[in-house]
Structure formats: structure tokens, C-alpha cells
Nanobody, 122 residues
Framework: QVQLVESGGGLVQAGGSLRLSCAAS????????MGWFRQAPGKEREFVAA???????YYADSVKGRFTISRDNAKNTVYLQMESLKPEDTAVYYC????????????????WGQGTQVTVSS
């Protein structure tokens, strides 16, 4: 069982930056693929970024070049550095974990955090 706790959300102006963190419990964190998803009001949850156990990364086109996902296995933590934020990035951001191969579909992930709100003002 893996428990995930996100932090780092908040209110930021367009063009600004935020770094989200996701702290995971468990001794096998390094073996998991970790992902970030987001859900804007009235919209479905969508894939943002993922990082594999060997730190291969994959991004949604909408965030490529602006967001960076990384992990620190010594701290059982995955990060999402967000730059050049836009109002359309406003959403609740969720961290997720899977023991399977890296994927972009929610059902591929077994464990989820409670989410952290990111609001980007124009």
C-alpha cells in the first residue's frame, strides 16, 4: 500500500512558477512509476506528466517545455516544477503511483493523493 500526499499548490499570477511535491509512504517508492494529473472545474481529469522508475519522463503536449517532473528516491518524493503558468493551468493537481509501466491513463495508476489546488490568475 502506498499513501501519497501532495503539497505546494496555491495562487499565482500568469507567467509565474510553482513547485508541487508529492510525498509517498512505503519502502518501494523507487520501483513505482509516478504521475501527475489535473482536473479543472467542469472538466475531466487529464494526464500532465509521468516519470518511470529509471527516471524516463513523458509530458502532455499542453505542458511540454513548461513543466518538469522529477523524483528524489532518497526522500520518497516526486516533484512537478511548473513555469510560465497560464490561467488554463488552473486545476486540482493529483499525484498518482503505479507498479506497472508508465502510462497516461488514469486506470493504469493504483494509488492517488487527495490533490492540491493550483490557481493561476490573469
Amino acid at each position: 500500500q502506498v499513501q501519497l500526499v501532495e503539497s505546494g499548490g496555491g495562487l499565482v499570477q500568469a507567467g509565474g512558477s510553482l513547485r508541487l511535491s508529492c510525498a509517498a509512504s512505503g519502502r518501494t517508492f523507487s520501483t513505482y512509476t509516478m504521475g501527475w494529473f489535473r482536473q479543472a472545474p467542469g472538466k475531466e481529469r487529464e494526464f500532465v506528466a509521468a516519470i518511470s522508475d529509471i527516471s524516463s519522463t513523458y509530458y502532455a503536449d499542453s505542458v511540454k517545455g513548461r513543466f518538469t517532473i522529477s523524483r528524489d528516491n532518497a526522500k520518497n518524493t516526486v516533484y512537478l516544477q511548473m513555469e510560465s503558468l497560464k490561467p488554463e493551468d488552473t486545476a486540482v493537481y493529483y499525484c498518482a503511483a503505479t507498479s506497472r509501466i508508465m502510462g497516461v491513463i488514469q486506470s493504469q495508476y493504483d494509488y492517488w493523493g487527495q490533490g492540491t489546488q493550483v490557481t493561476v490568475s490573469s
